[in-house]
């Protein structure tokens, strides 16, 4: 009874080994991911992997390191997989400050372009965000993103920015980082979050949960995240899990 809401099963790293990967995520109670494309190559297996797997649903989008890259064929293409049925959410997309493989103003473009494009065929957006909360905000707020929200996914900011992006009707979304010793944002975010907004997620092969920090991630470990804001909410795991669980499938319509 988890739902893991950001998972990379699309990636290399999982290639050698997947089948023991999705039955130790079983085994940890894992019983829905959202699988994340983010280019040309991830877009392709996720869908692959959501026709193969009943319980993987797909999220497809152009991330902003790669936003340089994004054609207006590309943004079509992502139109008419948004109407698969296993499509659930347009993203990853966002702004990455971390990188500049791709300069600011292209980065905003490819992500305004993506929001409008989710405006039009009435899908949430997963958002990504490194060293740009200010932009972030700024743009969903320009665009109008509340019309159709979604996740802030493995959020890093402050109680502040959270307020701002649950007033414009998204999720927060919380990975391995809330398990680090240091990690005092996170943490107070995982308190400060109402119960039925609040989702958890891997983003596996990254970000690991303590005690497996700095190894592979897996969709298993979403558990240490759900047991390490339970713990910090003062709730039960069970509950939380249930909550999250719920909280899931009301945004992603999975019945
Ligand atoms: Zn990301
Ligand atoms: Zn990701």
């Not at 996170?186 to 907004?197: F, L, M, N, S, W």
């Not at 759900?226 to 709730?235: D, G, K, M, S, Y």
């Amino acid at each position: 009874m988890l739902f893991d809401t950001h998972v990379h099963l699309n990636a290399d790293q999982f290639e050698d080994d997947l089948e023991q990967v999705l039955k130790r995520a079983n085994e940890a109670g894992v019983e829905q991911m959202v699988v994340v494309g983010f280019d040309e190559k991830t877009i392709k297996k996720a869908i692959e992997l959501v026709e193969t797997y009943d319980f993987l649903y797909a999220a497809v989008g152009w991330h902003p390191v790669d936003a340089i890259d994004m054609t207006e064929e590309h943004l079509s293409w992502l139109e008419e997989l948004a109407s698969h049925p296993k499509v659930v959410a347009l993203g990853e997309m966002g702004l990455d400050y971390h990188w500049d493989k791709s300069p600011k103003d292209v980065q905003k473009d490819v992500f305004r372009k993506q929001i409008h494009l989710a405006k039009k065929v009435n899908l949430p957006i997963i958002i990504h965000n490194r060293d740009a909360d200010q932009d972030i905000v700024e743009i969903l707020e320009a665009e109008g993103a509340d019309e159709v929200g979604g996740i802030m996914h493995c959020f890093g900011g402050s109680v502040e920015i959270a307020d701002r992006c649950l007033k414009m009707n998204f999720y927060i979304s919380l990975g391995g980082p809330v398990t680090f010793k240091n990690a005092r944002r996170p943490k107070e975010v995982a308190k400060h979050v109402p119960a039925d907004k609040l989702l958890i997620e891997t983003d596996c092969p990254y970000l690991a949960p303590h005690p497996n920090r700095g190894k592979r991630n897996e969709p298993a470990y979403v558990k240490l995240v759900a047991e390490e804001i339970a713990a910090l909410r003062e709730t039960t795991y069970e509950q939380l899990a249930q909550q999250t669980t719920e909280n899931a499938k009301k945004l992603f319509k999975i019945t």
